[in-house]
């Protein structure tokens, strides 16, 4: 190796950071304006390339909100165990 710490895969901060990339990547959908490509979805749209924006902003809005908070909250309790575990 080149001197440099080997980090885990797996931590409280691998978590935060997964979070705060998911949560990035939604808000630059959100702004570039993929949200009105997810009419596709219900079938009012018929415009070309429309499906795949729709579902990769549907993909990225759960992830926004049903990933990344457990993402948090995991990296949080994470943390806390491995500090107990220090003890």
Same mark, same amino acid.
């Given at each position: 190796?080149?001197? %440099?710490?080997?980090?885990? *895969?797996?931590?409280?901060?691998?978590?935060?950071?997964?979070?705060?990339?998911i949560?990035?990547?939604?808000?630059? %959908? #959100?702004? $570039?304006?993929?949200?009105? #490509?997810? &009419?596709?979805? &219900?079938?009012?749209? #018929? $415009? %070309?390339?429309?499906?795949?924006?729709?579902l *990769?902003?549907?993909?990225?809005?759960? $992830?926004?909100?049903?990933? %990344?908070?457990?993402?948090?909250?995991? $990296?949080?309790?994470?943390?806390?165990?491995?500090?107990?575990?220090?003890r």
């Amino acid at each position: 190796m080149s001197g %440099a710490t080997e980090r885990p *895969l797996v931590s409280p901060r691998s978590f935060v950071v997964l979070a705060v990339v998911i949560a990035v990547l939604f808000g630059v %959908a #959100h702004a $570039a304006g993929l949200r009105e #490509h997810t &009419s596709i979805l &219900s079938g009012t749209d #018929h $415009a %070309a390339g429309s499906a795949t924006l729709g579902l *990769l902003y549907a993909l990225l809005y759960f $992830a926004f909100v049903l990933g %990344a908070p457990i993402l948090i909250l995991a $990296a949080a309790i994470f943390w806390g165990l491995s500090r107990l575990a220090r003890r």
